[in-house]
């Protein structure tokens, strides 16, 4: 086989792949314009009926219009992303920057917490915000993110800020900056690739999160998104399934922006978090 018909397998391989990926996408997006009983009859992408009662039947379906679950969602994730850059930067450059007894082992500690599965702390950290009052509010979504909780975010700014040469540290020190300001005004800076990949990642799990906003938010004037979502699905009368997708397209139209718009950003970061 020559090397163009390879490619060219290769490409047939890829687009396949990629249309498998994206019909689950791409019907739910047709269903949305689509009357309600013939939502589940065609599993095709043709419309036959353009309906767009849907997204006004869907934004409108709760007492308050779906715009103010976004906001909701909104406020959540900025706490989030705030919480995360300000914590996790700060903790990384200690881990990366620092002499103190015992680093190693708080930094393999901190590890070992990635793999904890949320079901495992979801019951004391439950206990814990119950006892300070903070259930049906968004403090238990936010508040965690500024004690550096999330240590994936950790590991991927200390490989980071290992990869910057300690040179300039030096070189601050001998101008008689201290930690806090060569954190500040050169370890900040140069670490935007890896910031930018926290923010987005941060933004697109947290939007997306469902069962920690199921467990802490439970009057419905505190819903988020996936919540409102959710709520749409009646087990006991109808559900209005072309509403339910037209508002899971309205969505997603957050998350593919922020992608959109930052993947230069979330590539130059991993990769240059991979190669130091």
């Known amino acids: 086989m020559t090397d163009a018909l390879r490619k060219l397998a290769k490409h ?32 095709g992408l043709v419309l036959s009926d353009l309906e767009t009662a849907n997204y006004e039947a869907g934004w409108n379906a709760f007492e308050h219009p779906f715009g103010y679950f976004m906001v909701n969602s909104g406020i959540v994730v900025l706490g989030a992303i705030v919480g995360n850059l300000i914590a996790c930067s700060m903790a990384a450059y200690a881990f ?17 917490t990635i793999m904890l599965p949320i079901h495992v702390i ?18 238990p979504l936010i508040v ?39 954190y500040l005004r050169i370890v900040l800076p140069l670490m935007v690739p890896a910031l930018a990949t926290t923010a987005i990642f941060t933004f697109i799990w947290t939007w997306n999160d469902f069962f920690s906003q199921l467990i802490y938010l439970i009057d419905p004037d505190m819903h988020t998104v996936p919540l409102a979502l959710r709520a749409f699905v009646d087990q006991q009368a109808g559900t209005n399934w072309g509403a339910t997708f037209a508002m899971s397209v309205v969505s997603l139209l957050p998350v593919f922006l922020v992608f959109l718009f930052g993947q230069r950003y979330l590539l130059r970061g991993i990769a240059t978090t991979g190669g130091k």
């Open 122 to 139: 979801i019951v004391p950290q439950y206990v814990l915000f119950s006892e300070f009052g903070w259930v049906n509010t968004f403090l």
């Open 144 to 182: 965690p993110k500024f004690l550096a909780t999330d240590a994936f975010f950790v590991f991927l700014m200390v490989q980071f800020i290992r990869g910057i040469p300690r040179e300039l540290d030096e070189a601050a020190r001998i101008d008689g900056a201290g930690h806090p300001r060569i």
């Open 12 to 43: 047939l391989v890829l687009i396949f792949c990629a249309v498998v990926m994206l019909y689950p996408v791409l019907w739910m997006v047709v269903s949305s314009l689509r009357p309600n009983d013939e939502i589940f009859r065609s599993p």
């Open 96 to 112: 990366a920057r620092l002499e103190f007894t015992g680093r190693r082992w708080w930094f393999a500690i901190m590890l070992v």
